[in-house]
């Protein structure tokens, strides 16, 4: 039998002194200790030190000093051409010659770091500059300069930007999160509250809700129900919720510097729905999973998060979710068995295929026994497709959640509330 799990708070000092023991002398992050350095990874190390107060916090702010140099050297050291200077890039080395790109997801995710570490207005005011003037004449971003919006490079243009405005300073940037937002709630996002499509729907739902929770709490102007909708499509699309995906990201039109983005979904999602205004949300199985989740991936011998290894990236992402989630997180409870739960908790869909199983059984007997006519056959030959269809649909539903799903829409009807 299961027992319920510690919260994930009481792992935050491991992640710290994980990340803390992996830091270059240098002051950067590769992906793991000795390996090849990288601001992507330093930004997103930074970010989760500066929101984190464990009992050895004497050696975060040194840490993060280290870190802060190594990033604007790194920028400043190996300037990219007007009007990319002040952004970030990645270097990719191709037959012995070295490529450099501007990048719109390092450069905000950076950005957003050192706003988070303290800096300056001045120190980061060419970057702002830079992500604003990136902005499209729709209000949105694209991987390159003047290429078609896209939800991503969107997201984190406007958590960069989010990040050091407000709506009452009038700047250039807070008016480009203010046109930003409006074109992420009102033109990239979908009837039934998702945001994008394909297998990066629900990545690409989780950071659209990131931005406008940031924006709420800035206090942007944001529409409530937009973030309310990404939320229950989440929890209603929960297995796509937390499978992991990857995104390509073109930010060089010849390729070379051209990379894979992972996403660290349940860190992701345990911001989302511990920063919900909705407690509701708080008492779903979606919640649980995903604590449940994270706890699973850390590595009891060196205290990080694994994301398909032990990496930088997947540490520093948990410990900043849970710094971020932290007064939601209480003692994970142990998973009930689904036919242990009151109420008909059994998938719909073990239920289908077993009926589609009986099917292929008695059609292939009577085959064999010579009673089944073309007609026969043709009829159970559509049950068994009828099946699938019907798996495809409702496979994930429990018996309790498909009733509910199918009384709903009458009580509405009917004018009765739950």
């Not at 999973?289 to 290894?309: I, P």
């Not at 242990?340 to 292929?360: N, S």
């Not at 026994?369 to 073309?374: H, L």
Request: charged share 25%; hydrophobic share 40%; net charge negative.
């Amino acid at each position: 039998m299961a027992h319920e799990s510690p919260s994930l708070r009481t792992l935050e000092s491991e992640l710290v002194r994980w990340l803390l023991d992996n830091q270059d002398p240098s002051g950067g992050w590769g992906e793991h200790k000795g390996g090849a350095l990288s601001t992507f990874n330093t930004g997103e190390a930074v970010m989760a030190l500066a929101v984190a107060d464990p009992t050895d916090a004497e050696n975060i702010q040194p840490a993060i000093r280290r870190a802060v140099r190594f990033l604007l050297k790194e920028r400043d050291s190996h300037p990219l051409l007007q009007p990319d200077s002040a952004a970030w890039y990645r270097t990719a080395r191709v037959h012995g010659e070295e490529h450099r790109a501007a990048d719109i997801i390092r450069t905000a995710i950076i950005t957003g770091a050192l706003s988070k570490a303290g800096e300056d207005q001045r120190t980061l005011a060419s970057a702002v500059d830079w992500i604003v003037k990136r902005q499209n004449p729709d209000f949105g971003w694209g991987y390159q300069r003047g290429t078609e919006t896209k939800i991503l490079p969107t997201s984190f243009a406007l958590l960069a930007l989010i990040s050091v405005s407000h709506p009452h300073d009038k700047s250039s940037a807070s008016e480009s999160v203010e046109k930003g937002l409006q074109h992420l709630s009102q033109k990239l996002r979908n009837k039934e509250g998702s945001f994008g499509t394909g297998l990066l729907t629900a990545a690409h739902t989780i950071y659209a809700t990131l931005v406008l929770q940031a924006a709420r709490k800035r206090e942007f102007s944001t529409v409530s129900q937009c973030e309310n909708g990404a939320i229950k499509w989440l929890l209603k699309n929960q297995d796509e919720a937390l499978a992991p995906v990857e995104e390509f990201i073109e930010i060089d039109a010849e390729g070379a510097t051209n990379y894979l983005f992972m996403f660290s979904m349940e860190a992701l999602l345990l911001r989302v729905l511990a920063n919900s205004q909705d407690d509701a949300h708080r008492r779903t199985r979606l919640w649980l999973d995903t604590q449940r989740s994270m706890h699973g991936a850390l590595d009891e011998n060196t205290g990080g998060f694994y994301g398909r290894r032990v990496f930088s990236w997947s540490t520093a992402n948990g410990l900043y979710a849970i710094r971020c989630s932290e007064e939601k997180l209480d003692a994970i409870p142990r998973r009930e068995p689904e036919e242990d739960v009151p109420g008909g908790g059994v998938k719909v869909g073990y239920a289908i295929m077993m009926f589609a199983l009986v099917l292929v059984v008695v059609t292939v007997y009577l085959t064999n026994a010579g009673k089944f006519g073309t007609l026969q056959a043709g009829f159970f030959g559509g049950l068994v497709l009828a099946c699938l269809v019907a798996y495809r649909a409702i496979g994930e539903l429990t018996f309790k959640e498909l009733v509910s799903s199918l009384v709903s829409p009458l009580k509405k009807e009917t004018g009765k509330t739950e």
